[in-house]
């Protein structure tokens, strides 16, 4: 196991998990692994103790009686992983906590980043917050200066924060080298008191999070101050658990450690009384002095390091057991020399993990959501891909679906003979590729006997039975098992993809180190999938994660926040970020002293968290070390600025030569080395080894095993009959107690010491090449090709987010990603936002027709006009057809549509308010070939959007033309991506299988869209369903929907809706083809394929020359944001599916500057928002506040980067309350928004729901309609002033000069600015908007009936890749 500096006992590594707990003993040498279940209350009361008793009673060769305490003299150290923390999470068994935050923002954990977690769920759940209650300190600071002013203007500063004349002064200097306005300090006293009341009431953990505590913390001290004077056991303030930017972020995680710390050490100090000496380097410290004789004992934290008991903390405990399983296949299976990158693959009963460890160092994260709550912590990037060897199998919708729902430990796969459904190990077992001789006898009524096969056989017959009953095809058991272990592997696959490559790795120049229970079975179709050519298992696969807690490093992280802009030829800056840096090595050195450990035993990574100015992406930045200095910067160690940009080209594709590189973060990992892991790496054994074929005597049995081919006689070998050397050709089962490891017929395996290797043969590409003749769908074929067509379009949208650089496409995540047919039919969508969900058809038929055989290889066009299949002007969709090898043909286009944040027009941001014709709206492209063979015409594009828009009276051309280009380049990359990722398709499967299989799958979707209309025929007793509803300027939209139950087609009539306007509601009409899609699939409540096929069965009338058909030069941003949400809220209420939400997006835009026709060009900028408001109750659930609904999902800009980025002070952001409608079930409250101006700007809102209310039904009561306030200074108007201005006109400008504007006497005004206005505010005037809230649904008084609906995907670990996809934004 590696050796240490001291042999003095044994050594215990233990990994706790959900079900078994692994432990790992060495003693002079000897391993032993020793595997029990986490729960048996019948035998022993803590897992872990019950592992060391029985190690010791090996080692010591007696027996130790339970429940004694063990001596910890004869004991080196401890190491744990555990699941404590997690599951008090998961079970939301924490500590009662209150969380106590800046006056306004008692709600942002409520709100979050208010996107909701799945698009089409109108039962929107949103996590549960761990807080009981809140307190709101008076207290408020802001930064002095902002990231997008375009003079770059610096306020300095001259007292320290955290100093004691920084009580005495209004202007300090951040932490993070940024001035901080002090605005408002805090009342000792009034704290004392709100705290004595929550202490009163039994809390005695809190959580402190103020705003910009990151960088100024002296008020979150003097809280933590007051807090431990009234006794508070636990206190958690913010600036010290994690000094990071993102009030919401931090808040989350300040509340996690708050609520989980407690549970710990209440589990460490029940754990500590089973020994008799101490524990930890206070034990240890302790016994040098006289004492019992202490033991070492560290926990593994997130991070992949380990931590003296005593140090261990909730936040960095999340991840704990996971954790180790990184940190044993990184040191087990990377060799330093050859560098070959590991993605890990970790498949348990309950959960798939999936991790990477490449350049000899982890991949860490610092935002990831785990259970539901978001931390801001470095921690390992671990992703959740699947449920495991407990997935669930089901038939749905003619598709073979795996997941995420799973059997878990009860009841189990229904071999466990206790019931339970049909799984993946159930799908093994029948297989022949699970061998229940080899797995434990627990089950059973008595616990004593093997797995059952016949019960697994049962299952798999009744899933045949019913794809008999519902697809009339015959298929044989094998058929079906091996089409769900082919479907599950392309649903592990998808992820793992997507989270390798969009970091700029390639997966095939990985290797595959798979450990966990099922990993064995699952492995080399996964490796083949991802083009991986050689798989590693070690010997301890199964407990591979108690094996590298004994292999980690102690490991103390320290960060500070920084805002430093980067420049190479000014030395003191560079100095400025050494000095830190050499402080926090300081304190991490001191730290681990502490722990035990020499100076010569540490030794630091050296990061800078970095970004060009103007986007949010950061990058930590490792120190250069000696050799990548010698190679890449001149010798240069400290040149973390080109080490930057060259990380940025890798991951991201391109970089901003021309903008200032700003450092966020100073961060140090100081590393205290224990032991020293002294095999030879898999390289240097492959060097060495003598091979030799398997004797035919080694083999322990037979069996037919089921592949790709049928059943073969398949030889099983025990691992431990196979000596070192020995080469397995597939097909072949390798099996010990705890694995099975299945060597297909295109593999072979060969045993190292340490591990055993797979090899994958080249396979040929073209699987399923059928003739012409007459072809019937497979149903797995069918299943495997709609996640392959939905990775493409997924794929597409990594591409697109990593390769942009503006705020709206890189964080808000404001744009959608396509594939569509020949003739331009939608066939897979991975839809961020549903408006663009069915609009994007409509711009690709229309191109499509525009340049019928005029396209060539390399061409991509530009489009944005609403007659064109366009849905507002910000929108630009980008299209890139896909041709056959020889090039005469179009097989398929791929397209992307991008909300731009400014494209010119009367307003900054292009969302006027008020516009009437849509040239005030910006650029309009009807139809232009951005990108000819591959030459992208940048010209072309300065005079489309920068100098056209300008010619129009009162607009100007785009305000951000850079960012524009950008994102344009970004779009076509993703394009360009989409395509290859066809052709590759195409090469594995043939042309004809692909275009047959796209059919296929619309033909799926159209199926599920006539059953749903067949069901509601039903449910209405045949009545034609209609409905109306009103724009507020009173434009009505109705709605009549008639089916025919026969053919399951239905006709949605939109007669009766009201006649084009002088306004910017208009809708153009692919609006209404994305609000009916959406709804269709809200209502089938089921996954089915996302295209074309959806909208077959429908017809849609809409009346020409109306504001759902506008003419040509209609005005209609608004028809996009506003009306879309009306025409769904028509349509939910024709179905009587919801009470209506919000039905806004109350768009909000504010900033300055342009190139106005005959002005001088202004430098400025555009900030544009949308916000949350509330959602509709449903006849099973209740309404959610403060969250995004129906047509938009976009994330809010964090409240601190707003502050950083923009000249405003967001006053308050808080739930609205009583706004949503009561009833049976109350309708979701709306927000407040309250944001003062700290400069002159030009502020736009552009919002609906203003007099009409969104509506209840079934009885519940309407919900309140929003409101927008503008909070201004006027001079006080009275009428002797009036007069003697009159009489001395020119006397009184000379004296207004004199005495200013102190004189006159000013008052607050508030005045209603309506639903739709633009006005220019004074620094100090303020916008509220008060958003509306969803309807009620049901009578008052009623009883409540609200289904209890877990989501099964609650409990998966969302690393990088669930940043990125929000999660929320899965469909």
């Known amino acids: 196991m590696g050796s240490s500096q001291k042999d003095r006992g044994v050594r215990i590594a233990i990994d706790r998990g959900g079900t078994f707990t692994d432990c790992v003993g060495n003693y002079n040498g000897e391993d032993i692994v020793i595997k029990l279940l986490s729960v048996d209350p019948a035998n022993y009361d803590d897992a872990p103790l019950e592992g060391i008793r029985r190690i010791m009673s090996h080692f010591l060769k007696k027996e130790i009686p339970r429940g004694q305490p063990l001596d910890t003299a004869k004991i080196d150290s401890i190491r744990m992983g555990t699941t404590v923390a997690t599951n008090a999470l998961l079970e939301r068994k924490g500590e009662k906590i209150a969380m106590v935050v800046t006056k306004g923002f008692k709600d942002c954990l409520v709100i979050g980043n208010q996107s909701r977690p799945k698009i089409f769920d109108l039962a929107i759940r949103k996590p549960e917050v761990l807080y009981s209650t809140v307190v709101e300190v008076d207290e408020r600071v802001t930064l002095e200066d902002y990231a997008d002013d375009p003079e770059r203007h610096l306020t300095k500063a001259d007292v320290k924060a955290g100093t004691t004349e920084a009580k005495n002064t209004d202007l300090v200097m951040g932490l993070s080298g940024e001035a901080v306005r002090i605005l408002q300090r805090p009342e000792k006293e009034t704290i004392r008191a709100k705290l004595q009341e929550i202490y009163d009431s039994g809390i005695r953990s809190i959580a402190v999070c103020l705003m910009h505590a990151y960088t100024f913390p002296d008020h979150e001290a003097l809280v933590g101050q007051v807090a431990r004077e009234i006794g508070f056991t636990h206190i958690s303030l913010s600036h010290e658990l994690m000094p990071m930017i993102k009030l919401v972020s931090r808040a989350t995680s300040v509340c996690a450690d708050a609520y989980l710390t407690p549970a710990i050490k209440k589990y460490i100090s029940g754990f500590q009384k089973g020994f008799v000496g101490g524990l930890g380097t206070k034990g240890v410290k302790e016994s040098e ?127 466990y003979r206790k019931g339970g459904p049909a799984t993946v190990t159930d799908a093994n077992l029948f297989l022949g590729r699970l061998l229940s001789e080899f797995f434990p006898k627990i089950f059973g009524k008595n616990e004593d006997e093997g797995l059952d096969p016949e019960a697994s056989r049962i299952k798999i017959q009744e899933l045949a039975d019913q794809i008999k009953a519902e697809t009339g095809k015959e298929m044989d058991l094998d058929e079906v098992a091996y089409g769900f272990l082919t479907v599950a592997n392309e649903a592990m696959t998808r992820p793992i993809r997507s989270i390798t490559e969009a970091k700029g790795h390639d997966t095939s120049k990985h290797r595959l180190a798979t450990f966990g229970g099922a990993g064995g079975q699952h492995a080399v179709a996964i490796a083949e999938s991802l083009g991986v050519k050689q798989i590693l298992i070690h010997r301890y696969s199964s407990v591979l994660s108690a094996y590298g807690m004994a292999l980690a490093d102690v490991v103390d992280e320290r960060q500070e926040p920084d805002s430093s802009v980067w420049k190479a030829d000014d030395p003191s800056v560079i100095q400025g970020l050494k000095d830190k840096m050499e402080a926090l090595k300081e304190k991490s050195r001191q730290a681990l002293r502490d722990q035990g450990f020499e100076d010569d035993q540490i030794v630091f990574e050296e990061y800078l968290n970095m970004r060009y100015r103007g986007t949010e992406s950061t990058l930590m930045i490792i120190k250069p070390t000696a050799e990548d200095a010698e190679k890449h910067y001149n010798g240069n160690d ?199 969900l069915g609009s994007m058809s409509t711009c690709v038929r229309r191109q499509a027709e525009i340049w019928k055989g005029k396209l060539r290889k390399g061409d991509v066009l530009m489009t944005n006009h609403p007659s064109y299949g366009g849905t507002h002007l910000p929108d630009v969709t980008l299209i890139m057809p896909a ?40 650029a309009a492209v009807k139809s232009e070939k951005l990108v000819s063979e591959g030459k992208f015409n940048e010209d072309r594009v300065i005079e489309l959007f920068h100098k056209e828009p300008a010619q129009y009276p009162g607009c100007s051309g785009t305000r951000c033309l850079a960012d524009n280009i950008n994102d344009l380049r970004a779009q076509v990359s993703a394009n360009q991506k989409g395509i290859s990722l066809i052709e590759t398709l195409i090469a594995e ?93 809200c209502m089938i409540s089921e996954d089915i394929p996302l295209n074309q096929g959806c909208l077959k069965p429908v017809t849609v009338k809409i009346p020409p ?91 809010i800009t964090d409240s601190e980067i707003f502050e950083r980025r923009y000249p405003v002070l967001l006053r308050e952001f808080s739930i609205r309350k009583g706004s949503g409608g009561k009833g049976k079930h109350r309708g979701g409250d709306g927000v407040v928004r309250d944001i003062e101006f700290r400069l002159p700007l030009q502020v736009s809102i552009l919002s609906e729901r203003r007099v009409y209310r969104p509506y209840g039904l079934a009885g519940g009561e309407d919900a309140q309609c929003g409101l927008n306030l503008w909070v201004r200074k006027v001079k006080k108007a009275r009428w002797e002033d009036t007069l003697r201005k009159i009489q001395n006109a020119e006397q009184d400008r000379e004296e207004e000069k004199k005495v200013g504007d102190e004189a006159e006497g000013y008052e607050e005004r508030v005045i209603n600015m309506g639903a739709k206005n633009s006005a220019p505010m004074k620094a100090g005037d303020r916008i509220i908007i008060c958003t509306p809230g969803g309807g009620g649904w049901g009578k008052s008084g009623e009883e409540r009936e609200v289904d209890q609906i877990r989501d099964p995907m609650g409990t998966w670990k969302m690393g990088s890749h669930g940043a990125r996809m929000d999660l929320a934004l899965q469909a």
């Open 289 to 415: 002095g006289g004492g019992a004789v202490g033991a070492r004992c560290e926990f593994m934290q997130s991070d992949g390091g380990l931590v003296d008991v005593d140090k261990f903390t909730g936040l960095k405990a999340i991840l704990s057991g996971p954790a180790g399983g990184v940190v044993g296949y990184a040191i087990t299976s990377y060799d330093e020399n050859t560098k070959i990158p590991v993605i890990g693959f970790d498949m348990g009963g309950t959960s798939t993990d999936v991790s990477r460890y490449g350049e000899g160092r982890y991949d860490h994260t610092f935002e990831t959501t785990t259970a539901g709550v978001t931390i801001q912590s470095p921690q390992l990037d671990i992703n959740t891909v699947a449920a495991g060897g407990g997935s669930i199998l089901f038939f749905r919708n003619g598709l073979f679906v795996v997941g995420p729902e799973s059997a878990s430990a009860h009841p189990g796969p229904a071999c």
């Open 638 to 836: 400290w040149d973390f600025a080109s080490a930057f940009v060259r990380h940025h080209r890798y991951e991201f594709g391109f970089t901003l030569e021309e903008r200032d590189i700003v450092i966020d973060d100073v961060r140090v990992r100081g590393i205290g080395k224990s032991f020293r892991y002294e095999e030879k790496s898999v390289d240097e054994q492959l060097k060495t080894i003598q091979k030799r074929d398997v004797d035919i005597k080694n083999t322990h049995s037979t069996a037919k095993v089921y592949f790709e081919n049928g059943r073969m006689d398949t030889p099983i070998y025990k691992l431990s009959d196979l000596s070192v050397g020995t080469v397995i050709k597939g097909p072949a089962m390798l099996a010990d107690g705890t694995q099975t490891i299945v060597v297909t017929p295109k593999s072979t395996a060969l045993v190292l010491e340490t591990h055993v290797v797979v090899d994958i043969e080249e396979t040929d590409k073209n699987k399923d090449q059928k003739g012409d003749g007459e072809r019937e769908v497979d149903p797995i074929m069918l299943s495997i090709f709609g996640h392959r067509f939905m990775a493409i379009a997924e794929q597409m949208g990594m591409a697109l987010q990593k390769t942009s650089v503006s705020t709206n496409v890189k964080e808000r995540l404001d744009f959608s990603c396509a594939i569509f047919d020949a003739n331009g039919g939608l066939v897979a969508n991975a839809p961020h936002l549903p408006v663009h």
């Open 883 to 922: 041709f056959n090898e020889a090039g005469d043909k179009i097989l398929f286009y791929a397209a992307s549509r991008a909300h731009h944040a400014d494209i010119g027009g009367i307003t900054a941001g292009s969302m006027p308010p008020h516009s009437r014709e849509l040239y005030q709206e910006g």
């Open 989 to 1081: 499967y043939g042309e004809d299988t692909v275009q047959f299989y796209m059919v296929a799958i619309q033909n799926n979707a159209e199926q599920q869209v006539r059953n749903l209309l067949r069901t509601v025929h039903k449910r209405f007793q045949g009545r034609d369903l209609s409905a109306i509803d009103y724009m507020d300027d009173g434009s009505p939209i109705q709605l009549k929907v008639a089916i025919d139950p026969e053919a399951g087609e239905a006709v949605f009539d939109f007669a009766g809706t009201g006649p084009e306007v002088y306004a910017n509601i208009n809708a153009p009409e692919a609006i209404s083809y994305s609000a009916i899609i959406y709804t269709l699939r």
């Open 1105 to 1195: 020359k109306s504001l759902l058909s506008p003419s040509d030069n209609a005005a209609v941003v608004g028809g996009n944001v506003l009306t879309s949400q009306r025409i769904t809220d028509v349509i939910f209420k024709a179905f009587q599916a919801c009470a209506a939400s919000q039905g806004c997006c109350n768009n909000l835009t504010f900033g300055y500057g342009g190139n106005v026709a005959g002005e001088k060009e202004v430098k400025g900028f555009g900030y544009y928002e949308t916000i949350a408001g509330g959602s509709g109750a449903g006849p099973t659930w209740e309404g959610t506040d403060g969250v995004h609904v129906h047509m938009t999902n976009t994330r």
